[in-house]
């Protein structure tokens, strides 16, 4: 069974910087698939990053490229997601979800296991 559990989030001014961790009880494959999303109150799930245990090789959300940075440790199964020059606009609950797959997606559907989540708060 594959369980995940975020970490790192909590309550941060404008402009602060966040790390959160995702760390996978699981093993994982060359085509594993680490994928972040998001979800502010209502409002859809909504994707951020995602990023291949096997080779680091990651994407972003259009809108967030430049302020995110995604990482993986592989010897520790974890994977992280480095926030920074935060806004009140990325206050949402973060997950972290697992896909096997050869190719990546934005797609939530297509992650299966996912994290219970983090919440990270943006104050003005």
């Known amino acids: 069974q594959v369980q995940l559990v975020e970490s790192g989030g909590g309550l941060v001014q404008a402009g602060a910087s966040l790390r959160l961790s995702c760390e996978a009880s699981?093993?994982?494959?060359?085509?594993?698939?680490i994928g972040w999303f998001r979800q502010a109150p209502g409002k859809d799930r909504e994707f951020v990053s995602t990023?291949?245990?096997?080779?680091?090789?990651?994407h972003y959300a259009d809108s967030l490229k430049g302020r995110f940075t995604v990482s993986r440790d592989n010897a520790k199964n974890a994977v992280y997601l480095q926030m920074n020059s935060l806004t009140p606009e990325d206050t949402a609950l973060y997950f972290c979800?697992?896909?096997?797959?050869?190719?990546?997606?934005?797609?939530?559907?297509?992650?299966?296991?996912w994290g219970q989540g983090t919440q990270v708060t943006v104050s003005s």
């Open positions: 979800a697992f896909r096997i797959a050869s190719v990546l997606s934005t797609n939530s559907d297509d992650y299966f296991y």
């Open positions: 699981v093993r994982t494959f060359s085509t594993t698939y």
């Open positions: 990023i291949r245990l096997s080779d680091g090789n990651a």
